[in-house]
């Protein structure tokens, strides 16, 4: 059969970049690894091929001679050493997520092993992050079995040695001249096998459970932080630790409160005669009921007045910020004809926009700081 070239196999471009061909590699070699794929000799095939293409192109040195004699360049040169390097970047791309042991002839018998670590992302609104909520999760995973108690034996007699790998928990496999060992099918790398597996569990000592759990979630939270529940994952197997529950935590915009840091930012709508009078205003609040603000007279539309101690709690203290509400002048989009009289008799008698912003401007503020 002639060779194909390595280029292609990898579908990557001559000029492809290491990375670009360590990718290309990790692709191929995920989808069409034979623990993925039993039975498929063509999946093999091309597996077999990707890691030759990329124990050339995957090297420097092999790479070059390659692109300048081709296969006659890489002939004979690609065994001695080939396995070591393709063993220690299979190791690092297929990190044993399908049980591809590196072992060269070692024992990898497995152990006890800690469940995994799962991840749940909890979205609240505000007015949650604000008071803190006992929030209802609903989690799927791996728990030990109950009905065997993790042991994964219907009777109790627990395991006994795996005659296909004689306790060793992989078999050496060879592919063409490489030699691959794998973890053995029949234990699972356990190196024992029940022999009367539990019904429910189906001997694994594992079954999978949709439980709800309940969070409490402190006050003050914010997007992105996360509450760790030990031991809340998945459990381990064969007596290995529990992984844990991470609960991320995503707080939702609200359409009325926008929060920076502890400080929650609110508008207010206010009439010209109240912003120029000053007087009481009700500011509704995250937390229940309206706070009541007093407003300066003279004061100016988008002017910033804070309400102490009514925005977020911290979490991790007692500290609280403040609310900051912004005056904002609304205006009557049409007046009848009295409104209309006495707003232009006003107008007579205000000073012109220009006097009025001379008098209160932040210049005007900044100059006398600055004398
Ligand atoms: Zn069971
Ligand atoms: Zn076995």
């Not at 694994?204 to 409490?216: D, H, N, P, Q, S």
């Not at 409160?257 to 502890?262: E, Q």
């Amino acid at each position: 059969m002639p060779s194909r070239d390595y280029y292609d196999i990898l579908g990557v471009a001559r000029e492809a970049t290491k990375d670009e061909i360590k990718k290309a590699y990790r692709k191929a070699a995920l989808r069409d690894h034979p623990d993925r794929n039993p039975g498929d000799a063509e999946a093999e095939e091309r597996f077999k091929q990707a890691a030759e293409a990329y124990s050339v192109l995957g090297d420097v040195d092999r790479r070059s001679r390659y692109d300048r004699f081709g296969q006659e360049g890489v002939r004979g040169a690609a065994t001695p050493d080939f396995q070591a390097d393709v063993f220690a970047d299979f190791a690092d791309i297929l990190g044993g997520m399908f049980g591809f042991d590196m072992g060269f002839g070692r024992s990898r018998r497995q152990g006890p092993a800690r469940g995994a670590s799962l991840q749940y992302q909890l979205q609240l609104d505000l007015e949650q992050a604000i008071s803190g909520v006992e929030a209802e999760i609903r989690v799927r995973r791996k728990r030990t079995c109950e009905a065997c108690d993790g042991g994964g034996s219907a009777s109790g007699s627990g395991a006994s040695v795996c005659e296909v790998c004689g306790g060793q928990g992989q078999v050496q496999q060879r592919h063409g001249f490489l030699t691959i060992a794998r973890t053995c099918h029949r234990c699972g790398g356990y190196g024992q096998v029940i022999t009367d597996p539990c019904d429910r569990c189906r001997g694994a000592g594992r079954a999978a459970e949709t439980t709800t759990l309940k969070v409490k979630v402190p006050a003050g939270v914010d997007t992105g932080m996360r509450l760790l529940l030990r031991g809340e994952g998945e459990s381990g197997v064969r007596g290995g630790p529990p992984g844990d529950l991470a609960v991320q935590i995503e707080v939702r915009d609200h359409p009325r409160f926008v929060r920076r840091g502890g400080d929650l930012y609110t508008r207010v709508p206010v009439s010209f005669p109240r912003l120029v009078l000053g007087g009481q205003i009700e500011v509704p609040t995250l937390d229940g009921e309206a706070a009541s603000l007093q407003v300066p007279a003279g004061v100016q539309s988008g002017d910033v007045l804070s309400i102490r101690g009514r925005g977020m709690p911290s979490v991790n203290g007692n500290r609280r910020g403040d609310l900051k509400v912004t005056l904002q002048v609304v205006t009557p989009r049409a007046v009848g004809r009295r409104e209309r009289e006495l707003l232009e008799e006003l107008e007579e008698l205000l000073p012109t926009p220009e006097e009025l912003e001379d008098s209160t401007s932040w210049w005007d503020r900044l100059r006398s700081v600055f004398g």
